[in-house]
């Protein structure tokens, strides 16, 4: 079975601190995604990367930057953590095939004071 | 961009049949995917479409006609643990393969 983690369910920031999110797939796989869900609005992409190394700015990369060393780690950072940043977070990973699905993490529930 | 519809709630009675729409408008299109929520819990993958058809699988069907830009989830023989939140995604035609996500869909089951 494909496996996702990530570092923490429940986190809480305090506004302006440095915040790292990480996520850590053992399936191999090249693609790891980035999104945050919040109500009424849905998954959200904010970065992905199909390659160490490499990545690509989703749809709300704001605020947020990203770092892939190891094939396995995907790391989402949060510069200067704001209230507006509050939400859940959730990691996925894929291969590299067009038709596979995406394998989710459990996700992080991040609030920001 | 990409621009996807679903109904925000809807409810039905175990052991009934339900179908949940997804409507999607697209600079381009390479599939579509259903995946299950439940509170609190990550996505998890229920079906892919890029031809149009039908797609069953055990209880979860669903159905792609990409003339219409319309999709829909059919589950049949209702159980309480259905319920749950049913996402739509469509993954756009580009290199980079993103998927977007409707806002889901909020299925209650009950007796």
């Known amino acids: 079975d494909v496996k996702v983690t990530q570092s923490s369910r429940y986190l809480v920031k305090r506004t302006g601190e440095k915040v790292f999110l990480e996520c850590v797939q053992d399936?191999?796989?090249?693609?790891m995604f980035w999104y945050r869900q919040d109500p009424g609005l849905g998954l959200r992409l904010i970065y992905f990367?199909?390659?160490?190394?490499?990545?690509e700015k989703g749809d709300i990369p704001e605020g947020y930057s990203v770092s892939r060393e190891k094939k396995e780690r995907f790391s989402l950072i949060l510069e200067s953590a704001s209230t507006n940043q509050t939400s859940m977070y959730l990691c996925?990973?894929?291969?590299?095939?067009?038709?596979?699905?995406?394998?989710f993490g459990p996700g992080t529930r991040l609030t920001v004071l | 961009g990409q621009n996807i519809d679903q109904p925000t709630e809807m409810t039905a009675t175990e052991g009934a049949i339900v179908q949940i729409n997804c409507t999607y408008q697209?600079?381009?299109?390479?599939?579509l995917f259903w995946y299950q929520q439940h509170a609190g819990e990550a996505p998890t993958f229920l079906s892919y479409?890029?031809?149009?058809g039908l797609e069953e699988k055990g209880r979860f069907s669903s159905f792609l006609s990409r003339s219409k830009g319309y999709s829909y989830l059919l589950l049949k023989e209702l159980q309480m643990k259905d319920s749950a939140s049913y996402l739509c995604?469509?993954?756009?035609?580009?290199?980079?393969?993103?998927?977007?996500f409707g806002t889901g869909t909020q299925l209650k089951v009950e007796l």
């Open positions: 697209t600079s381009g299109f390479n599939g």
């Open positions: 990367s199909y390659d160490v190394k490499m990545k």
């Open positions: 479409n890029v031809l149009d």
């Open positions: 995604a469509v993954r756009d035609g580009g290199g980079g393969n993103k998927l977007t």
């Open positions: 399936m191999d796989h090249e693609n």
């Open positions: 996925a990973s894929r291969t590299a095939s067009s038709t596979d699905t995406q394998y």
